[in-house]
């Protein structure tokens, strides 16, 4: 009698104990797959991207040391704007500010990304970024490396 309580219990517990584990592996599951599809979403969303390159582009000449009336990038002719050069002072103050760090973030560019991220964006090595630059080096810096990206860097 009380070996065969004992079993019924055991087995009981771990018939519990595969059940529980089937359904954490599934939710588990579930929820990688929705995080990929999400940021599946957000890498192919250009409406959004655009929005928030736009804001960290506006970020950016408001803290800019030529911007001495504080207006808005708007205010600026094309011409102008490509002439904007953001330094590694200023790069390291935007940094700092929680709102460059949050428009990132949105960007999917990785906080290991963001260590060294000026020498990064700094393609022509010459000391200060443009807004071009900063733009096209933030589009291509989205997302996870793929084969392409370790190929072209191994050329």
Known sequence: G???????VFMTFGISNVIVAIYVEN???AAKFNEIRQKQFRLTDQRMFTMRVMSLVELVWRNHENNLAKT???????????QVQI??????????????QDILKDLDITEEAQFDLFETLDVDAGGTLDLEELVQGISKLRGDARRSDVVSVSL
């Not at 009380?2 to 019924?8: D, E, H, I, M």
């Not at 808005?72 to 011409?79: K, Q, V």
């Not at 330094?87 to 460059?100: A, G, I, Q, S, Y």
């Open 2 to 8: 009380l070996f065969y309580c004992f079993t019924t």
């Open 87 to 100: 330094t590694p002072e200023l790069f390291e103050k935007l940094h700092k500010m929680r709102e460059f």
């Open 27 to 29: 939710t588990v599951a």
């Open 72 to 82: 808005s990038i708007a205010d600026l002719s094309p011409e102008e704007a490509a």
